[in-house]
């Protein structure tokens, strides 16, 4: 099983950006499926970005799409987040997660929404 932490949040201005990391432990992260989530204050957890072990199939959610941009170093155990142009929509607490590929990234979205194990999260704050 997968031991993920997220990093990098913080205070952010208008048009400024940030990048999160998602730090794996286990052996498996190279073939896990990543997804990046997050909830802001009185509102639902939510889709943002996922993506395969190959980096070949990478979805993000309408709100992300154009600004936010997720990739990953298997080498590392790590994926990111580079989120540009942030919006005051944009302040949530963010996090990820993670399952082993077994289907295109469109079906582990709702499945790892749905799974319920998450870790701290990072906050991000559109100053």
């Known amino acids: 099983q997968v031991q993920l932490a997220e990093s990098g949040g913080g205070l952010v201005q208008a048009g400024g950006s940030l990048k999160l990391s998602c730090i794996a432990s286990g052996r498996t992260f190279s073939s896990c499926v990543i997804g990046w989530f997050r909830q802001a204050a009185g509102k639902e957890r939510e889709f943002v970005a996922g993506i395969n072990p190959s980096s070949l199939d990478i979805q993000y959610s309408d709100s992300a799409q154009g600004r936010f941009f997720i990739s990953r170093d298997n080498a590392k155990n790590t994926a990111y987040l580079l989120m540009k142009n942030l919006e005051p929509e944009d302040t949530a607490v963010y996090y990820c997660?993670?399952?082993?590929?077994?289907?295109?990234?469109?079906?582990?979205?709702?499945?790892?929404?749905?799974?319920?194990?998450w870790g701290q999260g990072t906050q991000v704050n559109r100053g």
């Open positions: 997660a993670a399952e082993l590929e077994r289907w295109p990234v469109s079906t582990h979205i709702p499945r790892m929404l749905a799974g319920g194990s």
